[in-house]
């Protein structure tokens, strides 16, 4: 019996072990798969490009991040398998315990995971429509709808790690490319003072819409194909131009429940949506 919690009075150290080293397998294939996204991507960046491309923004934060989480896990799991060589000796761990800090860093390796395909997205959405540009999507889009896959809304804070326009873009690129993967899903992208704009997927549509800005083309509604790198870039020039932002600093992004009224009043022909009573009041 495995017991993880503080008074717990029996404790199995092979079983425990048994339980950490499922979640560091786990662990493991997804760090790969970061590191290999990551490279992979770097690498794509350099081969779309006459000169050499600025980094991924957050990219390198991303690799670090993941690699010491699953660097702790290893450890985590050496510890666990003393303990099941020497049952005899073996104590109830105190506290959180060793499987609860497996656990957590489980989570945390599977979110960044997720973070580095998000990012690999936005890249490629910017990029040529060449073979490598699709088996790299392909590649980030099967690491965010493999069986322990987790949307957007649902996967902890929204990051953004800009300090360009142009890496702002790749990052508004990532998440709308995401929400699409997700098929659905609504983030905000709002300065301190609730200026920004609304970003909405509903299948493989989304709907973008302004807050406290001033006049300009009012709810625009993409539908499929979407033009994620056409929709990232207008996103951002509207947050340079009504916001006066210039970076990911100046922002926050975060989760909020969807309109379902403006996707009613959508017009599919036009692209845009008519402002149904105090849509713009959110």
Do not use: N
């Not at 105190?94 to 957590?104: I, N, P, Q």
């Not at 973070?115 to 997205?121: G, H, K, N, T, Y």
């Not at 969807?258 to 009043?265: G, K, L, V, Y």
């Amino acid at each position: 019996m495995i017991l993880d919690r503080p008074g717990d009075t029996e404790f199995d150290p092979v079983a425990e072990y048994g339980a950490i080293r499922i979640l560091a397998a786990g662990a493991a294939q997804a760090w790969t798969v970061a590191v290999g996204l990551a490279a992979a991507v770097s690498d794509f960046r350099m081969r779309q490009s006459d000169v050499e491309p600025t980094p991924v923004p957050g990219l390198a934060e991303l690799v670090d991040r993941i690699t010491e989480d699953f660097t702790d896990l290893s450890a985590i799991l050496d510890a666990a398998l003393s303990v099941a060589e020497s049952p005899a000796d073996a104590v109830a761990p105190v506290g959180v315990g060793r499987l609860g800090r497996a656990r957590l860093l489980h989570a945390r390796i599977g979110t960044t995971t997720r973070r580095v395909a998000q990012a690999v997205l936005g890249a490629t959405s910017l990029g040529a429509g060449t073979d490598d540009t699709l088996r790299l999507e392909l590649a980030a889009s099967v690491a965010l709808t493999d069986r322990s896959a987790v949307p957007l809304v649902a996967d902890g804070p929204v990051e953004l790690f800009a300090t360009t326009r142009d890496d702002l873009v790749l990052e508004v690129a990532g998440v709308v490319a995401r929400l699409l993967v997700d098929w659905g899903g609504a983030v905000a992208l709002r300065t301190a003072d609730g200026a920004g704009v609304d970003l909405e997927v509903d299948g493989d549509v989304v709907v973008v819409t302004p807050h406290a800005l001033p006049p300009g083309p009012g709810i625009q509604r993409w539908s499929s194909p979407v033009v994620i790198a056409d929709l990232a870039g207008g996103v951002v020039a509207t947050l340079v131009e009504g916001a006066g932002i210039e970076t990911a600093l100046e922002i926050e992004a975060t989760v909020i429940e969807p309109h379902p009224s403006r996707r009613a009043h959508s017009d599919p022909f036009t692209g845009t949506v008519a402002d149904p009573e105090g849509a713009d009041d959110a």
